[in-house]
């Protein structure tokens, strides 16, 4: 009877010291963990949002950048760390969906970490050189056809977006193109307007200002709806491939295991951000798109991050794609 009432007690004491925790939560600085380095999209969108959550949290947001291995080392910390709210990590479609087909991983992407917040979304869109004979899609797509294997299409590392949009366009439209390896999208950008290189498929605020000064073609935009920022570019369905969607999204996780009261906090701190006509305007301006609030919550965050795997592995999987 002694050992049952400890028990209890010990229980009770444990849940009041977790409710307190979570009460007082957060009472020194919040690590942000980026797996990717610093200066890239995914860096500046932490960046601006974590600048915004220290006013929400009363504590700082500090950004710690740990690339690597498509964004699974830096993954792997936020897995590892304590369940307490001061380790929290951001990710995307590349790190929580690309990678995990590819990487042998010691976690779990989903039983390993806890949903907070689905962050913005970044459109993907299909450009060429200035001058690729092809003026629209359907054009772009006759003209692949007739020259099979010989068009050169850039990516930006193995099981990244802009790779798996471009094997998307082959499997949609029975097409065939050479996909070339960059570093990155600066790269390849470069190579394109030199004509060095014919297609890609990045996110399209990377390469908006190049598409209104002239110096790329942009044939379509993936998503069910055009992109607020370039409303003159059909989206794939619009312009004849139908089922060709991919939309690069951004989120942020904690280790599994945190307390509900410190995810919702959290939670709470991206909203009110995302609230922010500044923080929106700066955000805008980069062409990022912003989920409904009721998209942002940790419950829609876990739904959309296994629906994506679900998509996406299969085809990671059946593309052959190996880690060079």
């Not at 947001?61 to 740990?66: D, K, L, Y």
């Not at 390896?181 to 014919?198: E, F, T």
């Not at 280790?255 to 305007?281: E, W, Y």
Request: aromatic share 8%.
């Amino acid at each position: 009877m002694k050992a049952l009432s400890f028990a209890v007690a010990l229980g009770v004491t444990l849940t009041c010291a977790v409710g307190a925790q979570a009460q007082n939560y957060p009472s020194k600085p919040v690590t942000m963990i980026v797996p990717f380095p610093a200066g890239g999209s995914s860096d500046i969108l932490a960046r601006i949002v974590a600048e915004h959550m220290r006013g929400s949290l009363g504590q700082p947001v500090i950004i710690e950048n740990v690339g690597g291995a498509g964004g699974t080392i830096g993954t792997a910390r936020v897995v590892r760390a304590a369940p307490d709210g001061y380790t929290i990590g951001f990710g995307q479609w590349t790190s929580h969906v690309g990678a995990g087909a590819l990487y042998a991983l010691p976690f779990d992407l989903l039983k390993d970490l806890t949903p907070v917040s689905r962050l913005t979304l970044a459109r993907l869109w299909i450009i060429g050189r200035h001058d690729l004979p092809a003026n629209n899609f359907k054009e772009l797509i006759a003209w692949l056809k007739a020259n099979p294997g010989k068009a050169s299409a850039g990516t930006i590392g193995v099981g990244s977006g802009t790779q798996l949009c471009l094997i998307d366009l082959q499997n949609n439209t029975g097409t065939q193109f050479q996909l070339v390896p960059y570093r990155g999208a600066a790269p390849i950008l470069q190579d394109m307007i030199a004509g060095q290189i014919d297609l890609t498929c990045p996110e399209a605020g990377q390469t908006l200002a190049q598409y209104r000064g002239g110096k790329i073609k942009a044939y379509a935009v993936m998503g069910k709806t055009r992109w607020f920022a370039a409303p003159d570019v059909p989206t794939t369905d619009e312009a004849g491939a139908p089922g060709l969607d991919m939309t690069f999204w951004y989120g942020l996780w904690a280790p599994a295991g945190t307390p509900r009261d410190i995810v919702a906090k959290l939670n709470a701190a991206v909203a009110n951000a995302f609230s922010d006509a500044t923080v929106r305007q700066r955000l805008t301006e980069q062409g990022h798109e912003f989920p409904p609030r009721e998209q942002q919550t940790p419950e829609a965050l876990g739904a959309h991050h296994k629906a994506e795997i679900e998509k996406w592995w299969p085809i990671i999987k059946a593309a052959g794609i190996k880690l060079q």
